[in-house]
Structures are given as C-alpha cells and as structure tokens.
C-alpha cells in the first residue's frame, strides 16, 4: 500500500533476452520474429521483452525495433561518458544507440574482469545518469552454495551494487546463480523463492516502496520447459534468459508462460 493507502500497481513481469557474445547481422531475423510474434499476441502477452545484444547490433536492432515491441538493451557500459578507454562504450552510447537498459554486473563480467561490486555501482550510476535502466546481477558460485553462503552472498552483491538513490523504473535485480548459468541446472522453486524473498526484504528495507516494486528477475538455464514453474515462483517478477532467447522459437516459448 502507498502512503494514501492504494493499493500499488502489479509489477510487470520482463523477460530480458541476453545474447552475451552471440548473434550476426543474420540473428536479426530472430528479433523480427519475436516481434513479429508479439504483434499476433496482442493484449494477451503480459510481459515487456527485451533483447541485449552484442554492441555491434544494438543501433540496427533498435531501429528495427524502433516501435518499441522489443526493448533493446546494452551488456556492459563504462562508468565514464567518454574518453580514452579504449574498447569500452558508454552508457551514453548505448542510449543513443537506441538502448533502453543495460545488463551490469553479470557474473560473466565479475569473473572475466574482476569487476567488483564498487566497480558495478559506478556503472549502474552511469546508466542512471543516461537515462538507462539498470539490470543489476547478482548470484552465487556453487561452492559458495555449497558452504551456506548463498543469502549473505547475495545480499552482499546487492548492498554493494546497488547505489543509495534508485527508482522501481531505473533499477532491476537479476538473481542468477552463477552455476546454474548455461549448465541446464536449476535451483529448485523453493530455493528460488528463498533467494527472491530475501531480495524484497532487502530492497523494502533500503528503498522502502521503490523496493516493493522494483522487479526481480531470475536467470540461469530459463527455457520453454521449465519458465512457467520459475516464474510462478513469488517475488519472481520475469527472467533473464540467455541461450534460449538466441532463437526466436525458444524465446517464445517463455513469453508463452505470460500469455492469459
Ligand atoms: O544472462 C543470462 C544468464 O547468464 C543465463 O544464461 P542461460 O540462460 O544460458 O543459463
């Protein structure tokens, strides 16, 4: 409930489609499909979708997305805006590439780049600062798993990653763990909501009712099979999909789960 005692708006669920290091000019083909198919879905699909693409793809997807059917997203930005940074691009960029959001502090990035939690909230606040929505990630090894470390864990991610001054709309949590990613494995729908509840607690508690709204997702191994049974998990407000969302058909499968 708001201050004035309404009752706040359903969260609408997202399912974020990341390509990581994947997809040509000829994967194009694969997001006019998808759009395609949402046309052909109407009103019935309840769930925005999005689709992070390689760098090299954004400014011709975004534009053939230009209707806003499909929103587009970046993978990484660079805290800065501009400058000598050779290979980086900048929240700025992306956002006049056409992107609406960027993935940061995927665990690909944590361990391909020691990026650090610090190093994360630099960018969520560059992303902020270009007008991008921030899709925070955040998930734990298997052997921290394995030792009970998966709550603190998270929650550390979380407190470190996240900057003080957020919006529902300019901020989304995604839990992924990390040995669930691309391995066919996923935790079970108890252990899914256990990590999700705690997650709304956290951000009820630092960001009080942006926190209550703001959306969680899940990721790691989502595909057609098993998306209906995470996303009914509670406090799981869409998915970031990674290898299922390269083709259309896949991709499809999980926005099914949202068609009433
Ligand atoms: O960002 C997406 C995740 O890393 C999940 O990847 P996956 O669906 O291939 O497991």
Redesign the pocket.
């Known amino acids: 409930m708001t201050d004035a005692g309404s009752p706040l708006p359903a969260i609408q669920p997202l399912v974020a489609g990341?390509w990581?290091m994947n997809g040509t000019k000829a994967a194009l083909a694969e997001v006019i499909a998808i759009s395609d198919w949402i046309d052909s879905a109407g009103n019935t699909l309840k769930a925005d979708t999005m689709i992070c693409p390689p760098a090299t793809l954004t400014m011709v997807m975004a534009e053939l997305c230009s209707n806003g059917k499909v929103l587009i997203g970046g993978q990484d930005c660079h805290p800065l805006a501009s400058g000598a940074h050779t290979g980086d691009i900048s929240a700025e960029m992306l956002a006049d590439a056409g992107a609406s959001a960027v993935?940061l502090g995927?665990?690909?990035r944590r361990s391909d780049h020691a990026e650090t939690d610090n190093g994360v909230r630099a960018k969520v606040e560059a992303a902020h600062r270009a007008g991008l929505t921030a899709i925070v990630c955040v998930g734990e090894t298997a052997g921290q798993r394995g030792a009970g470390l998966t709550l603190p864990v998270v929650a550390r991610q979380l407190e470190g990653s996240i900057p003080d001054a957020v919006t529902a709309e300019n901020t989304i949590v995604a839990y992924?763990p990390v040995w669930?990613?691309?391995?066919g494995l996923t935790p079970t729908a108890d252990d899914v909501a256990e990590v999700h509840a705690m997650i709304r607690e956290a951000l009820q508690k630092r960001f009080d009712v942006a926190g209550i709204r703001m959306r969680i997702l899940y990721?790691?191994?989502?595909k057609g099979s098993n998306a209906a049974e995470l996303m009914s998990v509670a406090n799981v407000n869409g998915a970031?999909?990674?290898?299922?969302s390269l083709k259309a058909a896949d991709l499809i499968q999980i926005l099914e789960t949202y068609c009433k």
């Open positions: 990341n990581k993935i995927h665990s690909e992924e669930a990613i691309g391995t990721g790691g191994s989502v970031l999909v990674g290898g299922a």
